[in-house]
């Protein structure tokens, strides 16, 4: 392995062109994935046409760097005004933007800044020892009712995170569910819940619920504030975690990317569900679970270890069996199909050069997060004294873009602001936000998963549980709601 | 009626009426689908079904403690505690303003197109944060749009909405003509 890896380093420094290439993706993965809305899947969109003028391995190797950087820099704005740059980051705003409030936007985004490097260097080196092996495993024990027990178990856990009681919890995150049942269903193609839009026959994407929900919602938060006159900017403090703080939270880091792996192997999961459940095992193995969502550094930690943990281990079905795992995978998969290759095991055979290209790129871009990452986090937090009167229509401009783009449908932007005045109200009435956007996310693949996972198992609920991963999941995810539902009835106030 | 108070009352209302509202919409998808059992209805019906059983917990949970949080519940944002107090009259308009203005402005993007209508909406938005000094609203808006066309129209060629109406539709292409005949000079 490590005579490969020297290979892949040589061929990547020794070439001045693909160099300059690995610095693109570094750079513009990080800048993209910063820009709420225009996300690294825009710059990869962008490049597509042009990867074809590349060899295989500049072309997969561009991407795959994106993807590393992309998925950290999404954290910045996440922790300086609540606008995760991507969902992946949507977790990391939980404690990252109270910090930020708190003046502690500097240790916030520094942790997010090594942690993001440990998770993704930690998982592109088990990457490089273990893709073939894990990817075995995988497709002899990963299908839909594993990926569908996986949604309940996450989905149990977020309803536990948020809210002012586990009602509320779950009354979120079912609201969100029944919004990603609108559009069109995943099994038979039939419209539902489309109230006479067409437009609403794909679905209500998530990245506006998003960026309305969070990023939308906060600006009402902040303009009520200052229409009572109670409008404080939060003080910046270029103060950086100290080495003490972040050896506190090693446990927390280790867990983060045992689970990020394990998410990002799964086809569909990804980098999303690991960053909510890294958050969510955060919460649940604290001694101190009142702090989170409060400013926690832990829940920063947590999140940005785990998203950054599940881009290694994506590469795995991609590289090992052909499967992509997200959008931007798939994209890889185009570039593979652009150069007449396909990716799948023969790769390791026919192309091994261009793998180990690509997983020391992989491993020298989270590397290069921790080094880049200081160097701007200084100027970066200068952005917070900016007057927020002046901030405020940047950020609304950015999220309606961000939200028109996708799809180049105004409709998005009006369901945008929609999800901003819902989440200005629920967030007053004590709704998790959180919640709901797992809801909207996961809501899709749990459907589309049961609905397979059903019909391979015949309907039958012993066939379904008898498969182990299945099983100890579903129990997992029942013990988390039976002891919710307990907890309800018992109930005293705070 | 215990704990319960007239907005708890509403909350529920609200919350039974999305119950309601959603079911009745599932008779109109209520078809079978030859390769799945549960058909198109199967999910949606569950998971209001859910929404239905935890709304009544939540209207039970507040008729015996009313608002009160739950003890032990993590990662409750304070916003609900800020929002606490009286507001006056000024203020309430002020947060409606802020409110719809920007359901306004994604209302406009159709007509009237992005590069027309976002100027507006830059200044207005501006105002309504209070910022009251004319020459910082005039360059701070000047900036916002110049950076927002370099970056989306000249570096990203995305495409943003032109508007249908004229004279927007006609500024809109004015803008696009200018990016165009700039695109093609060879500054290099």
Known sequence: MIENFLLGSSALFGDPYTLAIFVFGVLGGMLFGAIPGVSMLTLAAILLPFTASLTPAQGVMLFAVIYCTGTYGGAITAILFNIPGAPENAPTAFDGYPMTRKGLAGKAVGAAVLCSAIGGVASALVMMAATEPLAKWAIRNIGPPEIFALVFFGLAVASSVGGRTIWKGWMSVALGLIIATIGQDPVGGIDRFNFGFSDLAAGIAFVPAILGFFAVSEIFVQAEKTARGRYEAPPVNMEFPSFFELWQQK?????????????????????????????????????????????????????????????????????????????????????FQ????????????????????????????????????????????????????????????????????????????????????????????????????????????????????????????????????????????????????????????? | MGNLKNSHLIEGTIWLTIVLVFFAFTYDFNQPIEIYK?????????????????????????????????????????????????????????????????????????????????????????????????????????????????????????????????????????????NSQFQQLDLW
């Open chain 1, 251 to 335: 446990i927390a880091v280790i867990r983060s990317v045992f689970v990020g792996f394990f998410c990002g192997i799964l086809p569909g999961i990804g980098a999303t569900l690991a960053a909510f459940m890294g958050y969510g095992e955060a919460v649940r193995w604290s001694k101190n679970k009142e702090s989170f969502g409060k400013g926690n550094i832990e829940g920063v930690i947590s999140s940005e270890t785990a998203n950054n943990a599940a881009t290694g281990a994506a590469m795995i079905p991609l590289l090992a069996l052909g499967l992509p795992g997200g959008a931007l995978t798939a994209m890889m998969v185009a570039v």
């Open chain 1, 338 to 494: 652009m150069h007449d290759l396909e990716p799948g095991p023969l790769v390791f055979y026919n192309s091994p050069d261009l793998i180990w290209v690509v997983f020391a790129a992989m491993f020298y871009a989270n590397l290069s997060i921790l080094f880049i990452g200081i160097l701007e986090t200084k100027t970066i937090l200068y952005l917070l004294k900016i007057p927020f009167q002046f901030l405020a229509p940047l950020i609304l401009l950015l999220a309606s873009i961000g939200s028109y783009i996708g799809r180049g449908l105004v409709l998005d932007v009006m369901v945008m602001f929609g999800a901003g005045i819902i989440g200005f109200l629920l967030r007053r009435s004590g709704y998790s936000i959180p919640g709901i956007v797992l809801g909207i996310i996961l809501g899709k693949i749990g459907e589309q998963n049961f609905a397979q996972g059903m019909q391979m198992v015949h309907y039958d609920l012993f066939d379904y549980l008898s498969r182990p991963v299945c099983l100890i999941l579903i129990i997992a995810g029942t013990l988390t709601l039976a002891s919710g539902l307990h907890k309800a009835f018992k109930a005293n106030p705070a």
């Open chain 2, 38 to 178: 549960f058909g198109a209805t199967g999910w949606p019906r569950v998971i209001l079904g859910i929404l239905l059983f935890v709304t009544l917990g939540n209207l039970f949970h507040q008729y015996r403690f009313g608002s009160a949080a739950q003890s032990g519940r993590v990662g409750i944002s304070d916003d609900d505690d800020e929002a606490d107090g009286t507001t006056s009259t000024g203020a309430v308009l002020k947060i409606i303003a802020v409110l719809g203005t920007p359901f306004l402005y994604a209302l406009s993007l159709k007509p009237a197109g992005f590069y027309f209508a976002t100027p507006f909406f830059i200044v207005f938005i501006i105002l309504l944060f209070g910022e009251r000094r004319p020459r910082w609203i005039i360059s701070i808006t000047l900036l916002i749009y110049a950076l927002l066309l370099f970056l989306f129209m000249m570096v990203l060629n995305a495409p943003l909405p032109q508007g249908n109406v004229s004279p927007f539709y006609d500024y809109s292409a004015f803008i696009l003509r200018m």
